[in-house]
């Protein structure tokens, strides 16, 4: 096996990744990126509404910080990291003034300033944006950057596994996925920044890529993944597409209606109707489609034809255009089709604000692959992107002092361990026989959709965990088809099955200890908020077949927990 | 009321989907599969239900299926698409057959099934510098950048290039000519050449300039943009700086001769005949060479503008035995 010396080696090649990079480049130090896709291809080019910002100078003249951080710990029901938030908080509008300076180009103000607009759980509006793609936008400026730099890009290379040697990380083992070369990456540092994992899911809003390689990667490596039961679902994903068509429809006057034509919020949420928050939307539309209110096949419909024509192209354009390209609605004829879907990851790889696992030596995390904790239990539109270069950037830096401090390990069963966890890998493609990967996945998005979804319960959790594990039993004996080399997108496909299983039985465990509600995780048996015994993080660790469960307390600093009324 | 059109239309249709495959072992080789689909399917879900239900062998990119990722690049019914961006139904509609057919894009090289290599797209990208290069002071943050929200509005238009990869795929001077940079890359480059933020000016020019006038404004990438980004539009934006380049180059003179010949064109009938003016500039041969490729891309009708005034056309009609 081909060995490739580096100082650090970042996995994935979206906003965290490449902004770690950045830094660990620009400081001299010899850093990989490696990415399962081209870096532009990453789920970040997703991102449409905006990326949130305190700009001194040029935000509300009444706002701060610390209300920008209130929003956060408020949005997240408390499970924030309050030190982390104030972090993001504080460094936002840096990032945001960064980007503009390597040419993202934000919307403008008349007087050529970046622009902002409202986003949900703002108490002053803070989020920037480029047109209804600020993803992409922000993606492909942090990538020319980088790619002007002396980073070296394994693009379409597949990172199988951490190499470690007694609690510490010494490189990563990855395959070219051309023709299926294997090569161990040796290196001090790792950073992880491998994105989320939606594909767990039967509906996501997230992209086809997005299998929770990271997180499989690092719980069987022995790190832990903290909050694993926080699963963020968006009410109003596209029929069947599930491509996110934004609150702003909602916001706008939309109105979801059942197959009887009614209003059926009303019933849920007198007050807010169809502004309800997030969570409480979602459950009210899988109570209408559970009940039979639902259309074949399983959604509702969010109405804007009372709208009118000229408002909703105007003001809802991008709802309006999704609607049209991807699922041939008219939303100014007939309502669009639309359900709940998976959307975003709280749960992720244990690290401080400085991106450190304390688990693993020399193991570093950023973006929706790590839980620094400043989501909590539910994330807040905007933050994610601004979370990814926040901290993103201070992993970089982090890095860069780690370096300067410890020297690279080496010794012979570091390359035995390399070849160990590659022989692992390739028994997919030798056995003869077995269940194929398509098979098995299905299953499991299904199993994850209906029994550790939106709502949740003890007997739902249960047989979901004997269902989890009896998937993970089958794939050991996982049979590829294809004994091709070149891109064999079959055995790729066979090793994300394994990180999902990996990281499902996790989350199944997770959410069944824990007997509350909050945010995201929703216990029709304790649908209370249970701030005595549950105001603390999950951390799991998978030992063998062996979930095995621990707590940390959360930090705070000034905001108490109160009641989350909107 | 409308909720009920949305139940009714829900019904599913048997297609079947023909894919042109490659392998090492195999070489090139056709697989039919049979699957339902209804009036919300995309290719994309089309491809991924085969790869879990029916043959995980079958390789091809995914990743965003929301057309911002550019990875689903291919040729459906002959016509270069985004597989995400396609539902499957409209192109039975269009096509009036139950029958899909897909194949890798075309001028890549194949290198597994519908998987084609893009290192020459990703060459051709790098080569334009595509990365703001800002003043100094603004790069070490002691002065602020501002853009005119009218200007941000012109830029955004032509950053939005997603890299699929599919003009380069459909236009025929990049098969022609080795020195053209492609539409993709110049849009890319133009989009820096016209950001006021940025100070490579010169340099760019050089890079963007000879290139500019090797274009042959099929409007081939006007057609195939998923983003609409309008390659050919910044072609002939970076065309209008020639004035200010020292140096001329053969084919930039040979791009004055074009300028001439739309001159003249307009000034002969008062409408700019692009298929005219292309004949004029580059011959009669060259044009004929160039609509047989763009014919068999089944886009004649962009080759043969509009216009029945030009009596070269007729020629190639009956060339073609039209
Ligand atoms: C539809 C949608 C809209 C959104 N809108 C917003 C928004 O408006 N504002 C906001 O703040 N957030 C938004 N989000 C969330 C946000 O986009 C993501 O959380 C964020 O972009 C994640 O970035 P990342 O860098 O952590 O990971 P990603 O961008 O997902 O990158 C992960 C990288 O890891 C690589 N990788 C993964 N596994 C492997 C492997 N095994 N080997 C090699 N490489 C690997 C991938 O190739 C990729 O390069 C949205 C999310 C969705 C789904
Ligand atoms: S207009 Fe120019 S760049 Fe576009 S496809 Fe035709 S030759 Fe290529
Ligand atoms: S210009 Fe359009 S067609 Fe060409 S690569 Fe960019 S997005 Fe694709
Ligand atoms: S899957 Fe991203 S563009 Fe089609």
């Known amino acids: 096996m081909d060995k490739l010396h580096y100082d650090a080696v970042v996995l994935g090649g979206g906003l965290a990744g490449l902004m770690a990079a950045h830094e660990i480049a620009t400081a001299g130090f010899k850093v990989a990126v490696v990415s399962k896709v081209f870096p532009t291809r990453s789920h970040s080019s997703s991102a449409e509404g905006g990326i949130a910002a305190y700009v001194p100078g040029n935000s509300d003249p009444n706002d701060d910080p610390d209300y920008m951080t209130y929003d956060t710990v408020k949005g997240g029901d408390y499970l924030v990291d309050q030190d982390a938030a104030e972090l993001l908080s504080v460094k936002s509008g840096e990032i945001v003034d960064l980007m503009e300076r390597w040419g993202t180009l934000f919307n403008r103000q008349p007087d050529g300033r970046v622009a902002l607009r409202y986003f949900g759980g703002q108490t002053y509006p803070r989020t920037r944006f480029v047109g209804d793609k600020t993803g992409m936008a922000l993606l492909h400026t942090l990538f020319e950057r980088v790619s002007g730099l002396d980073v070296d890009f394994y693009n379409e290379w597949f990172a199988v596994d951490l190499v470690t040697d007694e609690r510490r990380v010494t490189g990563v083992l990855a395959l070219d996925m051309k023709n299926m070369d294997p090569a161990f990456f040796k290196a001090r540092a790792v950073v992880a920044a491998t994105g989320g994992m939606g594909m767990l899911y039967a509906h996501t809003t997230n992209a086809y890529i997005n299998t929770g390689d990271g997180y499989g990667m690092a719980l069987r490596a022995g790190a832990a993944i903290k909050d694993p039961e926080f699963v963020q679902f968006h009410p109003t994903a596209l029929y069947p597409s599930d491509i996110l068509i934004s609150e702003a429809a909602r916001g706008e006057g939309g109105i979801l209606r059942n197959n009887k034509g009614e209003r059926f919020m009303a019933k849920y949420a007198p007050k807010k109707l169809d502004l309800a928050p997030r969570d409480i939307a979602s459950r009210s539309i899988m109570i209408e489609i559970r009940e039979g209110r639902g259309f074949p096949g399983g959604y509702v419909g969010l109405d804007l034809t009372h709208l009118g024509e000229s408002y909703i192209k105007e003001r809802l354009a991008l709802a309006y255009e999704a609607a049209m390209n991807f699922a041939g609605v008219d939303a100014t004829k007939e309502p669009i089709p639309v359900r709940p879907a998976q959307h975003y990851y709280m749960g992720g790889i244990d690290v401080d604000t400085n991106g450190i696992n304390t688990d693993l030596q020399g193991l570093f995390a950023a973006g929706e692959a790590a839980c620094v904790s400043v989501h909590g239990a539910n994330r807040l539109g905007s933050n994610s992107l601004l979370e990814t270069l926040v901290f993103g950037r201070e992993t970089g830096k982090t890095v860069v002092e780690y370096l300067r401090k410890h020297e690279e390990v080496s010794s012979p069963s570091l390359d035995k361990e390399a070849e160990r966890l590659l022989s692992e890998a390739y028994s997919f493609v030798k056995s003869e026989s077995g269940v194929h990967f398509g098979e098995v996945l299905n299953k499991l998005r299904g199993v994850m959709w209906d029994k550790v979804g939106i709502f949740r319960d003890e007997d739902m959790l249960k047989s979901a965990l004997t269902e989890i594990e009896k998937l993970r039993g089958q794939v050991r004996e996982m049979y590829v088809t294809d004994k091709g080399k070149t891109y064999n997108t079959e055995f790729y496909n066979a090793l994300e099955l394994r990180n999902m299983l990996d990281l499902a039985v996790v989350i199944a465990k997770s959410a069944l200890m824990r007997t509350e509600s909050r945010g995201a995780h929703f216990r029709t048996d304790f649908p209370e908020r249970d701030d005595k015994n549950w105001l603390k993080h999950t951390l799991a660790y998978l030992k063998g077949n062996q979930v095995e469960i621990g707590f940390k307390p959360v930090r705070m600093t000034k905001w108490k927990p109160e009641a989350r009324v909107y | ?322």
């Open chain 2, 1 to 322: 009321m409308e909720a009920q059109t949305l139940a009714t239309n829900l019904e599913q249709r048997e297609i079947t989907v023909r894919v042109k495959r490659f392998n090492e072992d195999k070489g090139e080789f056709w697989s039919e599969y049979k699957l339902s689909v209804d009036r919300f399917t995309q290719i994309t879900e089309v491809l991924r239900r085969i790869k879990t239900e029916q043959d995980p062998t079958l390789a091809y990119r995914a990743s965003c299926h929301m057309a911002v990722c550019g990875s689903c690049s291919m040729k459906i019914n002959g016509e270069p698409r985004l597989a995400c961006k396609t539902l499957a139904l409209d192109v039975v509609k269009k096509f009036n057959t139950d029958v899909i057919t897909l194949e890798p894009m075309d001028y890549f090289k194949p290198l597994k099934d519908l998987i084609v290599d893009m290192g020459d797209f990703y060459t051709r990208m790098f080569k334009v510098k595509p990365r703001l290069y800002p003043a100094e002071e603004v790069v070490k943050g002691v002065a602020e950048q501002r853009l005119k929200p009218e200007d941000q509005r012109e830029l955004w238009k032509f950053a939005q290039c997603i890299w699929c990869g599919l003009c380069v795929s459909a236009c025929p001077a990049v098969k022609e000519d080795e020195r053209f940079l492609g539409p993709a890359a110049h849009a890319k480059g133009y989009r820096f050449l016209a950001d006021p933020r940025d100070t490579l000016y010169e340099e760019r020019l050089k890079i963007l300039l000879d290139s500019s006038w090797r274009c042959t404004y099929c409007y081939q990438c006007f057609h195939v943009c998923p983003r609409d980004v309008e390659p050919v539009t910044t072609i002939k934006k970076t065309r209008a700086h020639t004035k200010f380049s020292k140096e001329k180059t053969d084919v930039m003179s040979t791009g004055e001769r074009h300028v001439k010949a739309i001159y003249e064109s307009i000034k002969e009938t008062g409408i700019l005949q692009e298929a005219k003016v292309y004949i004029s500039t580059y011959g009669l041969a060259t044009a004929i060479t160039d609509m047989l490729h763009t014919m068999r891309n089944g886009k004649m009708k962009y080759a043969l503008i509009r216009e029945k005034k030009v009596n070269e056309i007729e020629q190639i009609r009956k060339l073609l035995g039209d």
